[in-house]
């Protein structure tokens, strides 16, 4: 019974983590959180009995860095929606185009890597847009939904309880972020 998954919430109720009930217990027994949820059960010891907690709140707030989207291939292409970003035409071959080419001294990131037609590849050749006279479509960012916390789909099947504390922006898949004590 100690080893159920309890959901970790930050103090404003963003979800942090999924820890062991033992482990949400001995964070409540220090003060360092306080259970939301009743689990099913109790933890006796020899002098005190503890429920069992499914949801959890650290009453401190911790920050944490947010992750950001690698740059690859098809990060890119997503982002770009696999539209040529000089033409507009939807391509099913797309590839990369260095805004600025690399031997100009361009670099590999989200603001100089574009989705091309390989027909505007070969008609922009090693120049600049301003040199080939062509005009990007749209300003370019890094890719949207950036995910800031992941989430075992396998907890949210067998604890349907923390439903309500979890939203589609905020958990996906899993990752092993992991509270410290403090």
């Not at 259970?35 to 059960?41: A, K, P, T, V, W």
Request: aromatic share 10%; hydrophobic share 30%; with cysteine.
């Amino acid at each position: 019974m100690t080893y159920l998954p309890v959901l970790v919430l930050n103090q404003n109720y963003e979800p942090l983590n999924i820890c062991r009930a033992r482990r949400a217990v001995v964070l409540i027994y220090r003060g360092k959180a306080e259970m939301l949820e009743n689990g099913s059960g109790f933890i006796h010891s020899t002098t005190y009995t503890f429920p069992l907690p499914s949801v959890i709140r650290i009453v401190y707030m911790i920050k944490r860095p947010r992750p950001e989207r690698k740059l690859t291939r098809l990060e890119i292409f997503n982002r770009d929606k696999y539209i040529c970003q000089y033409c507009g035409k939807e391509i099913r071959q797309p590839t990369l185009d260095h805004i600025v080419p690399r031997y100009k001294g361009g670099e590999y990131t989200w603001g100089n890597v574009v989705s091309a037609c390989v027909a505007c590849k070969r008609r922009k050749a090693g120049k600049t847009p301003e040199q080939d006279g062509i005009k990007l479509l749209q300003y370019l960012f890094p890719s949207h939904g950036h995910k800031p916390l992941y989430i075992i789909y396998i907890y949210l099947r067998i604890q349907s309880v923390s439903l309500k504390y979890i939203t589609d922006k905020n958990c996906v898949e899993y990752s092993n972020s992991r509270i410290h004590d403090r």
